[in-house]
């Protein structure tokens, strides 16, 4: 199993800059990609950006120059600096661990519990 809790979340005004780490504990090593979510009120929950094992990243076109993504495997935390924020960027924002075959029976994603990010205008 694999347990995920972010922080860093919070109120910034527009233009801001805001970090969320989320930290992974229990069968660590299995997790091949850390991805960040968000999901808006009334809408459906899209990827920000995630991160492999080995430092591959990917972003949404939303975010592209703005948000960056990382990951220290040593303290199993995984990282979204986010800056030049907009009013659109508010969301809750979950971190997920995904598992590929060999740890488990099958491939398993895990979330985190959420981190509101609110950006005022």
């Known amino acids: 199993q694999v347990s995920l809790v972010e922080s860093g979340g919070g109120l910034v005004q527009a233009g801001g800059a805001l970090r969320l780490s989320c930290v992974a504990s229990?069968?660590?090593?299995?997790?091949?990609?850390t991805g960040w979510y968000r999901q808006a009120p009334g809408k459906e929950r899209e990827l920000v950006a995630a991160i492999t094992h080995g430092g591959s990243t990917d972003y949404a076109d939303s975010v592209k120059g703005r948000f960056t993504i990382s990951r220290d495997n040593d303290k199993n935390t995984a990282y979204l600096q986010m800056s030049s924020l907009k009013p659109e960027d508010t969301a809750v924002y979950y971190c997920l661990g995904s598992v590929g075959y060999g740890c488990y029976d099958e491939p398993r994603d895990f979330w985190g519990q959420g981190t509101q990010v609110t950006v005022s205008s």
């Open positions: 229990g069968d660590t090593d299995c997790i091949s990609t």
